[in-house]
């Protein structure tokens, strides 16, 4: 299915439009670190990897808004849910464009992100093959070749594998999954 074709079926909102409905159900597919870090007041956050086995928890009254950083997991996750005959719309732009807006945000304990920890690991493996290749060894410039080779494999495929293992990571873990309400409750996102 073309792109074109894509938005026709999953239509899209921007913040402002989307910021003055009423019964607006805000589904987050954005990861728990990410959610605790900064999110649309009211979301509900089921990440996009558990959607399907949580579908249940996704209220089926009012208008259906599925959100991201950006909007491609958001559009991941509304195709799955049309797939469960709800009628999602995405929030063009995702959280980034929410911001820009200028909309609120509930923000919560700063972390570093998955991607720039990626970024962090990525440059420092190049960076390091590189160096060894050139004044130790050249068998090293094997790692750079490596790193190359994933990233190609992630921006091909859409899957970073270096992102789900960073996810899993000690310092990534939340004690606890946080919901929008529990955050309101406990007072952790002021």
């Known amino acids: 299915m073309s792109e074109t074709a894509n938005a026709a079926v999953c239509p899209q909102l921007a913040a402002k439009e989307a910021a003055g409905l009423k019964d607006l159900v805000i589904v987050d597919v954005r990861s728990p670190i990410e959610f605790e870090c900064e999110h649309i007041d009211g979301a509900i956050n089921i990440p996009l990897d558990t959607l399907e ?11 259906l808004l599925v959100v991201c950083r950006s909007g491609k997991r958001a559009e991941r996750g509304a195709y799955a849910l049309m797939g469960r005959a709800f009628q999602p719309k995405i929030l063009a732009g995702g959280m980034l464009a929410w911001r820009q807006a200028g909309m609120p945000v509930i923000e919560g304990r700063k972390r570093l992100s998955i991607e720039r920890q990626i970024q962090l690991v990525v440059g420092t493996g190049v960076l390091s093959g590189v ?36 996810s899993k990571a000690p310092w990534n873990k939340l004690e606890a999954p946080v919901s929008a309400s529990q955050c309101k409750k406990s007072g952790c996102c002021n």
């Open 53 to 63: 086995a949580r579908i249940e928890e996704v209220p089926r009254k009012g208008q």
């Open 131 to 166: 160096l060894l290749g050139a004044f130790v060894n050249p068998l090293f410039l094997i790692l750079p070749g490596f790193f190359g080779a994933g990233l190609t494999f992630a921006g091909l495929s859409g899957t970073c594998a270096l992102g789900i293992l960073l």
